[in-house]
């Protein structure tokens, strides 16, 4: 059985960019949460959804937005990228307990 | 505030040697609490625990829950150099299930 996948693994953005990370979770799991873990840090929680629908959020500005869709599939978006926001995105789906993390998303602002 | 605290931060053992990590909480709505090893990219899951001192064991890894004290330990007995790792305790905590609250992580070194 696939894991939790994501995409792009790498990428590289300018400062004031936009960008757009994807997830898939494990076949079955509704539920997909978001984190960001900077160098050195545990993940921090970003956002957590659940059919669709936002049922969490961290403490990230605006700039930071996500949706799931109708496949439990999920995009996080940030806007207006900052030097700060380089860093190890990680996309996690649950389903009855157990919390599985994918390979991440590396993101360099420069 | 919600927090994790993980001790220590850094750790360097010999191979044979065994290692125990601490992890102590404060959360409100306290659901599960979970370690993983983290190498290169993903936390890799090891243990969920939500009772309190029921050992969870594998292999040469186990774990422990002390609910009424706030906190839980890993152990790893016969340390291998495939054991350096950092290791991340984190808190299911609140209403929704998935938002995890991470400690900094245990980084684990073993020397041959």
């Known amino acids: 059985d696939a894991g939790v996948t994501q995409s792009p693994t790498h990428l590289i953005k300018t400062r004031g960019q936009h960008v757009t990370l994807r997830c898939s979770p494990i076949?079955?799991?509704?539920?997909v949460s978001w984190y960001q873990q900077v160098l050195g840090q545990g993940p921090q929680f970003i956002f957590q959804y659940y059919e669709k629908e936002e049922r969490g959020r961290g403490n990230f500005p605006d700039r930071f937005s996500a949706r799931q869709f109708p496949n439990y599939s999920s995009e996080l978006n940030v806007n207006a990228l900052l030097l700060g926001d380089s860093a190890l995105y990680l996309c996690?789906?649950?389903?009855?307990?157990?919390?599985?993390f994918g390979e991440g998303s590396w993101l360099t602002v420069v | 505030e919600d927090k994790v605290v993980q001790s220590p931060l850094s750790l360097v053992v010999h191979e044979g040697d065994t290692v125990t990590l601490n992890c102590s909480y404060e959360?409100?709505?306290?659901?599960?609490l979970l370690w993983y090893k983290q190498e290169k990219k993903a936390p890799t899951f090891l243990f969920m625990l939500?009772?309190?001192?029921i050992e969870k064991k594998s292999g040469r890894l186990s774990s422990i829950l002390d609910k009424k004290e706030l906190f839980s330990i890993l152990n790893i007995t016969a340390t291998q150099t495939g054991d350096s790792a950092v290791y991340l305790c984190a808190v299911e905590a609140g209403g929704s299930q998935g938002n995890l609250i991470f400690g900094k992580g245990t980084k684990l070194s073993v020397k041959p």
């Open positions: 939500t009772s309190s001192g």
């Open positions: 076949s079955g799991h509704k539920s």
């Open positions: 996690a789906s649950s389903l009855g307990g157990t919390i599985y």
């Open positions: 959360v409100t709505n306290f659901r599960s």
